[in-house]
């Protein structure tokens, strides 16, 4: 029989052999089957050979067989008549692997070695869009909210800072205020000065002009000439609150 | 003062003097002379659609105009008659003209527009010191209104443009602009005079109103026209005028002048030319031309009655709120009246000093004609000194200096110097009035 045909029967003996021992099959590959017994998983590795295998090769498929045995609880490999043959019992039971025989002559398979029941690694199915969806959400509950409040804070903080230096702005404005009700004080200052020199100075002698420091802010401002020496500016501006 | 008060009332006082033919108005900056207009505004109503669209849309919501743009709008109006109104009759609006105080605040309005935007960017401008200039007649409702007018002009420039207003008496204002302390001024405009005794301010007591004025000269020149033949061009206002201020004379005696005038009528005769196609001559009716001038200084003589009769003239005593208005009083009585209100120890002052002031004093003496022709101030001292002999050396009469810009001048003055600090006291109708 060719290796196709072969492994045509093999996978009509397996599925019936499944059916007598009340196993699911799971999955059915060309090398590989998986089944399962209740809770249990069993892999099953075909190693179905033309020609009696060479050991080392047939060792080797076992070692890497056994690196995952603890995937499953159970792992059985599928081989000929003649491949049982030169199986290492030994090993396989050490390493906890099973041994499968198919019997093409009367069409049917058997256990020859059991395989025992080991517990296996969880693995878990992850929906790789679940976990974006979960951390889209965290994002958008947490992360966005938070950025939002910083925003929020910076620009509260800049509308104070343009607060103060709005105050600023006036305070330099009021300090201009200051000063200019600096300089009146400092003419009324000397004027009164000099009105008291005039009382107390009894002396012929004239009284001289004190020369006012004026603001450099202050521009010359033609009077019309009906406001000069007009009595009634004098008159008026003795006005006071009745 | 402050010296910081001067210098910014310097820059930024402001008058306004609400006469019944012009409104005069400008800041202190303008010098010796304000800026003029018509006191007329044309109400934009009764428009054609189609020139409604022409108009901004901001002159449409005011609903009128003043100053050049009354000529503008003028020919689009329906019913000019109705719409192009003078707000103020003998200085004084009505409390019910809707119209007339919609012209009054547009005046305001359109005055403080041609100079905000100047004083807007100095750095120091917080608003004008206003003052307004009214008849010595106005009633209080009068005075409150403009006050109330300028509040509501000063929120359309956002409150920065007015910083306090007050209201003065354009009499008074004409004494502050003459330098006069202590002084009677007598106030002739259109529609009535006013005797206004000052002494540091105005004796409000002893202020007499007459009501006549320059409108009576007009209606005796109505008359002299339609005698003299000139019957249909005395229906023109603006003939009227031009012939009054051309042929009106003022007698030293009014019968002394019309006897001569009687006697030799070629010398007084008169042509006027009113256009390049009109002219009037007056040469056997040239005595009339003495009725124009007295009937100001005394409206009693004869010569009236016949007038005055017929109904032709109307001469007659008005009581406008509390105030009489004198018909026929000449005068030298409304003066002598309006001293004898004042304290005895200042009347002597008083009556020695007068100014004379207003549109209906502006008479001319032709040469040649002094001998029976003078001028107001001369005819004021004729006929004081026939009242009172004794005071005839004591008298002191003169006309202002500039008939048309004293009240002004004399606003700007009373602006410039009243303390800031002197808020408006409702009993003495004086201080500064602010809504800040």
């Keep these: ?242 | 003062m402050l010296a910081d008060e001067s210098r910014y009332k310097l820059k930024y006082t402001y008058a306004e003097d609400f006469g019944t033919g012009y409104f005069k108005y400008g800041p202190i900056t303008l010098g010796e002379k304000p800026r003029m207009i018509q006191s007329r505004g044309l109400l934009l109503r009764d428009l054609p659609e189609s020139i409604k669209m022409l108009i901004p849309k901001t002159v449409l919501e005011r609903g009128v105009v003043v100053g050049d743009d009354v000529t503008k709008y003028l020919s689009s109006i329906r019913d000019a008659a109705r719409n192009l109104r003078q707000p103020l009759k003998d200085g004084i609006v009505r409390k019910d003209d809707e119209d007339a105080w919609k012209i009054i605040k547009e005046l305001i309005r359109f005055g403080f527009s041609q100079f905000y935007p100047e004083v807007a960017n100095q750095p120091d401008f917080r608003g004008y010191y206003t003052v307004i200039a009214l008849s010595a007649l106005a009633p209080d409702y009068m005075r409150e209104k403009v006050m109330e007018l300028h509040r509501e002009v000063d929120e359309e420039f956002e409150g920065k443009l007015i910083a306090a207003v007050t209201v003065i008496d354009q009499p008074f204002a004409v004494a502050i602009a003459e330098k006069a302390v202590t002084c009677s001024v007598i106030e002739a405009g259109h529609g009535n005079i006013q005797v206004v005794p000052i002494s540091y301010g105005p004796i409000r007591e002893g202020i007499v109103a007459l009501n006549r004025g320059g409108a009576e000269a007009n209606a005796i020149t109505r008359e002299i026209l339609k005698d003299a033949g000139y019957g249909d061009l005395a229906r023109d206002e603006y003939v009227i005028e031009i012939v009054k201020r051309e042929i009106g004379l003022v007698p030293r005696n009014l019968k002394e002048a019309i006897r001569k005038a009687r006697e030799d009528p070629k010398r007084f005769a008169i042509k006027v030319k009113i256009g390049p196609l009109v002219e009037i001559e007056l040469v056997e009716q040239s005595w009339m031309r003495f009725l124009i001038g007295e009937i100001i200084f005394n409206p009693k003589h004869e010569e009236f009655t016949s007038y005055i009769q017929t109904g032709r003239l109307v001469i007659e005593d008005v009581v406008v709120g509390d105030m009489v208005f004198y018909g026929e009083m000449d005068l030298a009585e409304a003066l002598i009246q309006s001293v004898k209100k004042t304290p005895v120890e200042i009347q002597e002052k008083i009556v020695s000093s007068i100014i004379l002031s207003g549109g209906a004093f502006n008479w001319n003496v032709p040469p040649g004609l002094e001998d029976v022709a003078c001028t107001s101030t001369e005819k004021i001292r004729i006929m004081m000194s026939e009242k009172v002999p004794d005071m005839a050396d004591k008298l002191n009469v003169r006309m202002v200096k500039d008939p048309q810009y004293s009240v002004w001048r004399g606003a700007i003055i009373y602006g410039y110097a009243l303390p800031t600090s002197v808020k408006w006291n409702e009993r003495y109708k004086e201080g500064w009035y602010t809504w800040k």
């Design chain 1, 1 to 242: 029989m060719s290796s196709l045909l072969i492994l045509d029967k093999v996978r009509t003996l397996l599925k019936r052999w499944a059916k007598e021992n009340n196993l699911i099959l799971e999955e059915l590959g060309d090398s590989s089957a998986i089944l399962r017994e209740g809770d249990n998983t069993i892999f099953i590795k075909f190693l179905i050979y033309e020609d009696i295998p060479d050991i080392d090769d047939l060792n080797r498929q076992i070692t890497l067989l056994a690196s995952k045995r603890s995937e499953y609880n159970k792992m059985y490999i599928l081989t000929g008549r003649d491949t049982v043959s030169i199986l290492d019992g030994k090993l396989l039971k050490k390493v906890g692997i099973g041994v499968l025989v198919v019997d093409f002559d009367n069409e049917e398979i058997r256990e020859v070695l059991q395989s025992p029941a080991v517990s296996v690694k969880k693995t878990y199915d992850i929906d790789i869009s679940k976990i974006e969806n979960y951390i889209k959400n965290i994002v958008e509950k947490y992360v966005k909210n938070e950025i939002e409040k910083v925003y929020d804070l910076v620009r509260s903080i800049e509308e104070r800072v343009l607060n103060i230096e709005k105050m600023l702005s006036n305070m330099k404005s009021y300090k201009q205020d200051i000063e200019d009700i600096w300089n009146v004080i400092d003419r009324l200052k000397l004027e009164i000065e000099r009105l008291k020199n005039m009382c107390t100075d009894t002396s012929a002698r004239p009284v001289k002009e004190e020369a006012v420091e004026v603001s450099r802010r202050e521009e010359k401002i033609e009077m019309p000439e009906y406001l000069k020496d007009n009595p009634w500016i004098q008159i008026i501006a003795n006005k006071s609150v009745r």
